[in-house]
């Protein structure tokens, strides 16, 4: 199959706006759309597209590009919570169909497939966008920028107030609320004790045995998977939470979600929502820190945000999870921690020396360029 010449790119936010860049640094002709699958099918024949790009797997694209005999090539860069649910597009995707997945997960479900491909590709950089600088403005210390999970984007948040809800009111006379809030609760403490890998769903059924429980019902319904989703989220917040926290004492700057607020105190402050196309790259540049606390269940992907930080020139310091070793060299390219106590440790000699800090960005940066870059990635579809 030929290289496609004339790629349609659906805009979806930042990371679709890069990519289009990236294909047309790399020689395409690009054109963009909107959303809505009609338009895009309409677009794609008026444009004489040899291909359609969107960011995550669309089934309705998949199928218009079937009917218009182009190309569908899609790159998902979503996180999933890792239960291996069969993805409900997969029926859509045929021989015209290229797929790749920063998580090797999703890359095993999609295999199952009729695509033509299925492949892991990481995120990357725009180096373009994040590139070094020395903007004016406050410096920080250190920075973290995210959700805190704590309520956006969680959906065991509604859950969870519901059911206290019943309890406080005086409605839960079978007392189903309260123990389904006391099985979450151990559920979470239990997977939270031992991070190294997703346990969840395994937990959830081992304390519905042990209370004589169901929660929503037997099987793994859609509903049900749901709510694991948000149960793996708050297990995620608290995680994320108390790493921050453990840097009480060291000034530290949280960006994100306004939720932050309600749990940040002391030398821990809350910096506000940033914009993310004007505002995030001066934050990695004018930070001595740039934290990336990767989510407990992905740590099968190195998010965006380490990729962007070195092409910015910022230095990094993440969690050790299985994808960083194999992208990056830690202590050469970029910092990584196991534990809150290794956390505080890499932080304050980070801030104590920051020649090596400088060094290790230097580095870093220098191999975000050869290999991490969005052009890069997307040549595994040219």
Same mark, same amino acid.
């Given at each position: ?24 640094? @790399? ?28 960011? #995550?797997?669309?089934?309705? &694209? ?9 190309? &569908? ?6 996180? *999933? ?17 290229? +797929?790749?997945? &920063?998580? =090797?997960?999703?890359?095993?479900? &999609?295999?199952?497939? %009729? %695509? ?5 590709? =990481? ?17 920080? =210390? ?11 984007? #969680? ?7 519901? @059911? ?13 609320? !309260?123990?389904? @809030? ?118 099968? +992907? ?7 930080? *070195? ?17 990056? +060299? ?18 304050? !000699?980070? *801030? ?26 997307? *040549?595994?579809?040219?």
């Amino acid at each position: 199959m030929s290289s496609p010449a004339r790629i349609l790119v659906v805009r979806h936010g930042l990371p679709a706006s890069d990519c289009a860049a990236a294909f047309r640094s @790399l020689g395409c002709e690009v054109g963009t759309v909107g959303e809505e699958p009609s338009v895009v099918e309409a677009a794609a024949k008026g444009f004489g597209a040899d291909a359609v790009f969107s960011v #995550n797997v669309h089934a309705a &694209y998949a199928r218009a590009c079937g009917r218009l005999g182009c190309r &569908y090539l899609a790159w998902i860069l979503d996180p *999933l919570v890792n239960w291996r649910k069969v993805p409900d597009d997969l029926d859509a995707l045929g021989p015209h169909c290229q +797929v790749g997945s &920063y998580d =090797p997960v999703q890359v095993d479900l &999609y295999r199952r497939s %009729a %695509a033509r491909e299925v492949f892991l590709l =990481p995120a990357g950089a725009n180096a373009s966008r994040f590139c070094p600088g020395n903007p004016p403005g406050k410096r920080y =210390p250190v920075s973290f920028v995210g959700t805190s999970l704590l309520r956006e984007t #969680n959906e065991f948040a509604v859950i969870r107030s519901q @059911l206290r809800a019943r309890v406080a009111s005086g409605q839960d006379a079978t007392g189903y609320s !309260a123990t389904t @809030l006391s099985l979450c609760d151990a559920v979470v403490e239990r997977q939270l004790a031992d991070v190294s890998s997703f346990r969840m769903k395994s937990l959830l059924e081992e304390e519905e045995r042990r209370l004589g429980l169901t929660v929503i019902a037997p099987e793994w319904t859609p509903e049900k998977r749901t709510f694991l989703m948000g149960l793996a989220k708050e297990a995620a917040s608290r995680e994320r939470i108390e790493a921050v926290r453990a840097l009480q004492g060291i000034a530290v700057t949280v960006h994100g979600t306004e939720d932050w607020r309600d749990v940040l105190s002391g030398t821990l402050v809350y910096g506000g929502r940033i914009d993310s196309e004007r505002e995030l790259p001066n934050v990695y540049r004018r930070t001595d820190v740039n934290l990336n606390l990767t989510r407990f269940y992905a740590g099968d +992907v190195v998010p965006p945000r380490v990729f962007e930080v *070195l092409a910015a020139g910022g230095f990094v310091l993440t969690n050790d999870t299985p994808a960083i070793e194999g992208l990056l +060299v830690p202590g050469e390219e970029v910092e990584t921690f196991r534990t809150r106590e290794e956390l505080r440790e890499k932080v304050e !000699a980070a *801030l104590a020396d920051p020649a090596r800090a400088r060094a290790v960005a230097v580095c870093g940066r220098q191999r975000v360029l050869a290999d991490h870059t969005v052009e890069r990635r997307l *040549l595994a579809f040219l």
